[in-house]
């Protein structure tokens, strides 16, 4: 079959290899999942790209790994494949060089919208009230009233949404459109709650050598269940604010406080586990070209995660405002940013794992 | 006094096994390793399972294969040529391999897809045999076992049944290395295409290996060389027939065809010479390299038509492919009158009529023919036609050093050595005269080098 990248073409080589083989196959899902079938689409192999956790057990438990002269290299190539399908499956298709110019495109970004919150602070209020918003009764409202927070954050996060929600859908649709039911979510949520497959089968991950010692599953936790309690942080804050009337800031012993503290602990340290195992890991088990993409998804956390507990930290100094400018704007950018970056990775995924739960249950009865 | 207990020569199962055997009795231990790291291990980074005989079904075993069974499927495969006594020790050891190799960090796992007629008596490596590989040599450093790469041991020295040094070649040149004792784990000597030709003659040209060119034999030469007692003789190996375009060496599972049932075998001559049908893959998997390698230039194709292509476990290299028997021939270079009467008269002899099964012996036969295909026999008529080339692929070979059933090696004379032992491959004549059953080099390996290992240990208290 041919197909239209370089990554793609090796990919399906690698898996006629692999097909003939299967000594890998209680690693992870990629393989089971691969051998149902003898020969791959884009969309398969897209599909098992994502399906891999990037583990490397197989690269190590390979014996055909360069320098062998069937040069078999799993992780690496499907790493490549699987940076490759966020580009690929961006909407709209204008955005997708957003995605090998991610770095650049961030910091620009980041700085720019942050700058224009500065202004807009400056110039909606009176000179001066951005040092002096921490003596104000409404703290941040001060200087941007809740509506039009709601307003400008609301649509962004739609079009983040939107965005996503057709990458997803294109996805999805190239490998094709099973039935996947309720049981396979069940088992997908399962799966990715915990990175069943980022363990090497059981012995765990391989990074900077052939020692099974990383801890890319644990710095991952820190920064997913972080992202997960900010999240629940400003959901019940929106909860108090239109259900019960009560408005920020806040205490620091309060609901959303505690949780968006939490949060904010865990994307300041788990962001800082990935980027140094990042720092360390193998090269061969990487993709080429996106750093800037990886990098920035991580630091991009790490700055919204950070300027939120500074601003809980920090809010009753002169630094309310421009902390306030840089938290909105860090959220800002992520918001708008999501659909073009490493963040489509965990949705790229949980597809992958309910369409393998489906898929299993299909051949196999079981996962 | 000798600077190491035990210089274990090798870096696969056996000799890993020995020297964390040896490592855990308190000895200091060298293992000499004569492939780059990468290829280290020689055949076990191709293995992926091992015959264990076990009481009941395990996790990862489907049900009780028992030592007795054992016996009697090696004496079959061996067609009772075999040491029985050596044999039926190796057995009961092969009980407690299980959790003891498991105690050294291996894995297993289900039987792998494809393999379902192994789940009950062979116990799959979880990620294969060269994770299998990594585990044991992160324990063995990991208790201080000193490994050295790309070292060779050459040559040795013997006084009487005593092992006094050996000579080896690194690249920073030739060194002598004494040890109180010698664990000789070096695997066959399959890569040294020279000396399988004392045996095969010319036809060892068109031999492939399956695993490592490091495999040459040096020590096992040397041994014998030096008084120790040969056995096996250098026409037996464990031989299938693979994919003849695989490379020369280190080609690995990948390469082997699992589809003769499905179709027929036919040499230059495009003339059908053995029974396809003679019993089921794996049992008769080990023959097809012999029966190659019996043929003019050791070459042979297999064929089998359209319905039959996903059938089988797929290889590396894709089937030649034809819509017509001329017209593959003609791919093929052979002669196309004589492929296409070869295709019909076996075609026109198919009796058939019961439901096809290609798990087990179906009695769809031809009759009549010189050579009847006995099982499995359908008509090969519809197109495309495919066709894999297969040549003789030799795993390993059996001529080796005799051994005792303390692995230790036995002198010319009939004396067992005071201080050198011999695991796997090296010493696997003496178990396997001939034939082969799936995962017995590895219990070979890890049984005797397990013993090697204590046998060395006890010798150096």
Known sequence: MSHSTPALTEADRLMTVCNSCRYCEGLCAVFPAMELKRSFSDGDLNHLANLCHNCGACYHDCQFTPPHEFAVNVPGTLAQVRTESYAHYAWPKAARPLFARHGTALAIGMTLITALFILGFVALNEPGALLTAHLDDTRFYAMMPHEAMIALFGAAFLWMLLAVFMGARAFWRDAGTPQVGATDHAQATRDAAQLRYLDGGGMGCFNEDEQPTDRRRLWHHFTFYGFLLCFAATSLATVYHYVFGWHAPYAWHSGPALLGIAGGIGLV????????????????????????????????????????????????????GPLLALHLGAVLTFFLSMPYGKFVHGLYRYLALSRHARDMRRHHGSI | MAAWDVLVAGGGNAALCAAIAARRAGCSVLVLEKAPKFYRGGNTRHTRNMRCAHDAATGTLTGPYTGDEFMQDLLRVTSGNTDEALSRMMIDKSYEMLDWIQQQGVRFQPSLGGTLSLGRTNSFFLGGGRSMLNALYRTAEGLGVEIRYESELTDVEIEGASFRTATVQSPSGETRIEARTLVAASGGFQADIDWLKQGWGERAENFLIR???????????????????????ATQCHAVAIDA???????????????????????????????????????????????????????????????NLEKFMPSLYPPVEAGSIAELADKLSLDPAQLCETVETFNASVVGGRPFNHVEPDGNRTEGLEIDKTNWAQRIETPPFYAYPVRPGITFTYLGVRVDDRARMVMQDGRPAENMFAAGEIMAGNVLGQGYAAGIGMTIGAVFGRLAGEGAAAHVA
């Open chain 2, 245 to 307: 375009r695989a490379p020369k060496f280190d080609g690995g599972i990948i390469t082997r065809l699992d589809c003769v049932v499905f179709g027929i075998v036919v040499n230059k001559r495009a003339e059908r010479f053995y029974d396809e049908g003679e019993d089921i893959w794996p049992k008769r998997y080990a023959i097809w390299g012999r029966l190659v390698a019996d043929q003019p230039d050791q070459i042979a194709w297999i064929l089998f038509d359209a319905p």
């Open chain 1, 269 to 320: 340290i788990g962001p800082i586990g990935l980027l140094s195992a990042k720092r360390s890991r193998m090269q061969e088990l990487g993709a080429s070209g996106f750093r800037g993409m990886e990098v920035g998804f991580i630091l991009r956390l790490r700055v919204t995660g950070g300027s939120g507990l500074a601003l809980r930290v920090l809010g009753e100094t002169p630094l309310l």
């Open chain 2, 211 to 233: 695993g490592t060119p490091y495999n040459k034999g040096s020590l096992t030469r040397a041994l014998i060389d030096k008084g120790v007692r040969q056995i096996g003789d």
